[in-house]
């Protein structure tokens, strides 16, 4: 199986722009997680969408959205850029629930989308 | 909401020394997951603890789940330069939970 692609793999922007990132999951996962990474905060959740809704949702402000599409793709998009969200985007995807004896599945995640805001 | 704290944040080991990392919660956790994270890469998954008091071994590394199930350890053996990263607890509260991650512990061989 290919594993879960996020496109694209880095990104320049400057302040006040938006973006749109995009993650294909794993074929036949349906949850899809998206989580932010820089050097002091580790790895923040943003959201997790399944089945084109969103089921949870990080403390991020407003600017942060996301959706999922009927074949679990998922894009997440930041409006009006600050210097603070320059970060490692990570996308991840799962079954989602439980996995039997109580576990829960493993997450898999994508190479990421390393964006820059200037 | 629920926290997950993990530590050390760095640990700086000479080849062959031993590694421990712990992550603590002041709630009771429904599970915990541990991955790795190599300089550059992404996480990839290592194992699941369900069970209170559970313990399971991969070769060098030994994760344990606390009693009341509120912390867990992840121990490294006889490091080696490939155990370079950084290594995330993870956890659930509970069903309907989004999966929390701590901070990390950033682990360097030196060889």
């Known amino acids: 199986k290919a594993g879960v692609t996020q496109t694209p793999r880095y990104l320049i922007k400057t302040r006040g722009q938006q973006v749109t990132l995009s993650c294909s999951p794993i074929?036949?996962?349906?949850?899809v997680s998206w989580y932010q990474q820089t050097p002091g905060q580790g790895l923040q959740f943003l959201f997790e969408?399944?089945?084109?809704?969103?089921?949870n949702k990080g403390n991020f402000p407003g600017r942060f959205s996301g959706r999922q599409f009927s074949n679990s793709r998922s894009e997440m998009n930041v409006s009006t850029l600050e210097l603070g969200d320059s970060a490692l985007y990570l996308c991840?995807?799962?079954?989602?629930?439980?996995?039997?004896?109580?576990?829960?599945?493993?997450?898999?995640f994508g190479p990421g989308t390393r964006l820059t805001v200037l | 909401g629920q926290q997950v704290m993990q530590i050390p944040q760095y640990q700086h080991v000479q080849e062959g020394e031993d590694f421990t990392t712990y992550c603590n919660s002041s709630?009771?956790?429904?599970?915990i997951q541990w991955y790795k994270q190599r300089p550059g890469g992404h996480p990839v998954f290592l194992i699941q603890?369900?069970?209170?008091?559970e313990v399971k071994k991969q070769k060098r590394l030994t994760f344990q789940f606390g009693e009341a199930k509120k912390n867990s350890s992840l121990h490294i053996t006889a490091t080696q330069t490939t155990d370079v990263g950084t290594y995330f607890c993870?956890?659930?509260?509970?069903?309907?939970?989004?999966?929390?991650f701590g901070k990390g512990t950033r682990l360097s061989v030196i060889a």
């Open positions: 991840a995807s799962s079954h989602p629930g439980l996995a039997g004896g109580g576990a829960y599945n493993e997450q898999f």
């Open positions: 074929s036949g996962h349906r949850s």
């Open positions: 969408y399944f089945s084109e809704t969103q089921r």
């Open positions: 709630t009771t956790l429904s599970n």
């Open positions: 603890l369900v069970k209170s008091g």
């Open positions: 993870a956890a659930f509260r509970s069903g309907n939970t989004p999966l929390v």
